[in-house]
């Protein structure tokens, strides 16, 4: 299929839309173009919002609000079922924009379309699933129960690397709580956060849902800034690094709303001498080349026992050379381009502070070029021998950058891969149960996510998504974190004739 072929089947084709409520698109003044890494060519034209424009999309969202909020949850629940089916429908041109506008391969494309898929499924089930609690009171002829709200309008801001998926995440979980979402994508991917916009609403449309409860606010930085200051906005949840989340985080506090912070990550996987080394080598080049590293849970430090050190490198030697790089769109392709060419001088900066901090390259990096290559994005995975205090060990670099380091006992390990500032995923590859349960103990992985015979990437909806410490300590997607979209509050009926106090006390006149 041609560029222009999946554009025009998802109405993109000429497009000069950025800024919508729903159905209804701004013609706003200002412009963005989305520029593909994968050839370097333009894609299409999005328009971005300026304040009056947000103005106006926050006003009609806080009355949809009001609305959305009485439709009875299951009924939510049902209509973002109809929007799984139309992520089904668009599938495959989803995927394919989504890859040649961001640059991971087809394959990862198509497999996020089906986590927004797998998410509206979720979302839909979760529907007739918002639990409260009842709980026996001290006093007689009381009953006390919880029950959950929804709170608003949910600020929703995501990242280049997930570009439907993190949205998908955030906006279905908060439209089955009874929500309403505003989304601000990086612009960096405007154009499939518009393809999303433009599906998504389509269904509210034809169940009649008022404009407002599925909105999008195409722009640059400051409207996030803008946002994270709003007072009408309880919830924003934000997606990007450790330094965008501190801002974001200052902000939203200053006025006491909420967050829900996805972060950075320094992924460790530790592969024991007790370890299956297919599935090691298997879980740490996808890993560390997915996305071209350009993944928060991407396998950034391999943390490995000292006596399968030097057999495993060769291994990992031998398996980059097998990685195919190119055209994302292509089939066979392993790995694309980094997303723009920002992204390729942090990559070569990084390559450089290891030379200057005395690391060994085991796979030289660099930048390729000649036919194939043009757009300047393409660039080398490469693995670095280092020591784990190195300085440039303890930063992300999103770039196929990976670190090897050895360790003795396992007990060093899993303080080598605690040691960063960092605790998103992790991963140990062993078959001997004592290492994988201390590895999952309190006193093993100090990170949100710890798998055990798998990598640090590739996680499943059904779990709760998110990290510790610099990795922001937030929670996505599955389990029960549709809980932090909605107010908590606690209830005591009284049904007797009398109003006995609690602790006990007398209060009689």
């Known amino acids: 299929?041609?560029?222009?072929?999946?554009?025009?089947?998802?109405?993109?084709?000429?497009?000069?839309?950025?800024?919508?409520?729903g159905n209804d698109w701004m013609m706003t003044s200002d412009e963005i173009e989305s520029m593909s890494p994968v050839d370097g060519r333009r894609i299409g034209t999005v328009r971005v919002a300026g304040l009056d424009d947000y103005e106006r999309v926050i006003k009609t969202a806080e009355k949809a609000f009001l609305e959305w909020r009485q439709v009875p949850a299951p009924k939510r629940g049902d209509i973002i079922r109809q929007m799984a089916d139309a992520f089904r429908k668009y599938k495959q041109e989803l995927g394919t924009l989504i890859s040649y506008e961001m640059g991971k391969s087809l394959q990862e494309g198509l497999g996020e379309v089906q986590e927004v898929i797998d998410v509206c499924d979720f979302a839909s089930g979760l529907s007739r699933q918002i639990y409260g609690l009842t709980m026996h009171s001290e006093r007689p002829d009381h009953r006390m129960y919880e029950q959950y709200h929804p709170l608003g309008i949910v600020g929703v801001i995501t990242a280049f690397n997930f570009p439907a998926a993190v949205w998908s995440w955030n906006t279905m979980l908060a439209?089955?709580?009874?929500?309403?979402?505003?989304?601000?994508?990086?612009?960096?991917?405007?154009?499939?956060?518009?393809?999303c916009q433009k599906i998504a609403a389509h269904v509210l449309k034809e169940n009649n849902i008022p404009e407002g409860?599925?909105?999008?606010?195409?722009?640059?930085?400051?409207?996030?800034?803008?946002?994270?200051?709003?007072?009408?906005?309880?919830?924003?949840?934000?997606?990007?690094?450790?330094?965008?989340?501190?801002?974001v985080a200052v902000a939203v506090g200053e006025r006491l709303g909420k967050t829900l912070?996805?972060?950075?990550?320094?992924?460790?996987?530790?592969?024991?001498?007790?370890?299956?080394?297919?599935?090691?080598?298997?879980?740490?080049?996808?890993?560390?080349?997915?996305?071209a590293g350009q993944r928060c849970t991407t396998t950034r430090r391999l943390i490995i026992h000292s006596s399968i050190f030097e057999d495993f490198k060769i291994k990992l030697i031998n398996a980059y050379k097998q990685v195919k790089i190119g055209d994302p769109l292509l089939e066979g392709v392993h790995?694309?381009?980094?997303?723009?060419?920002?992204?390729?001088?942090?990559?070569?900066?990084?390559?450089?502070?290891?030379?200057?901090?005395?690391?060994?390259?085991?796979?030289?990096g660099g930048v390729l070029e000649g036919v194939g290559y043009e757009s300047?994005?393409?660039v080398k995975p490469c693995i670095i021998e280092v020591q784990p205090d190195f300085a440039i060990v303890q930063k992300e670099t999103f770039a196929p950058l990976l670190y090897v380091m050895q360790y003795d006992t396992l007990a060093e390990a899993i303080a080598i891969q605690n040691g960063v500032s960092q605790g998103l995923s992790s991963g140990l590859i062993s078959l001997n149960i004592r290492e994988t349960e201390f590895f999952l103990s309190h006193a093993g992985s100090d990170c949100g996510i710890a798998n055990v015979n798998i990598g640090t990437s590739g996680a499943e909806i059904g779990g709760a998504f998110g990290g510790e410490k610099d990795s922001g300590g937030g929670r996505e997607s599955g389990s029960d974190s549709w809980k932090v979209y909605m107010r908590r509050q606690t209830n005591t009926i009284n049904y007797g004739t009398g109003l006995p106090l609690a602790q006990g006390i007398k209060f009689d006149f």
């Open 1 to 21: 299929m041609s560029n222009i072929d999946f554009l025009k089947v998802l109405g993109l084709e000429d497009l000069n839309q950025g800024v919508s409520t």
């Open 376 to 378: 300047g994005c393409y």
């Open 175 to 195: 439209l089955v709580c009874g929500d309403v979402a505003v989304w601000k994508p990086s612009h960096k991917v405007l154009m499939t956060a518009t393809a």
């Open 261 to 291: 912070l996805e972060l950075g990550g320094n992924n460790a996987i530790i592969i024991t001498e007790n370890a299956d080394l297919n599935i090691a080598l298997h879980a740490s080049v996808f890993g560390a080349i997915g996305t």
């Open 335 to 364: 790995m694309g381009p980094l997303i723009d060419q920002a992204a390729v001088q942090n990559y070569l900066h990084a390559l450089e502070e290891c030379k200057v901090q005395g690391a060994q390259f085991i796979v030289e």
């Open 213 to 247: 409860v599925c909105s999008l606010v195409c722009g640059a930085n400051d409207i996030g800034e803008i946002m994270a200051k709003d007072k009408r906005i309880p919830l924003i949840s934000a997606t990007g690094s450790t330094a965008m989340g501190r801002k």
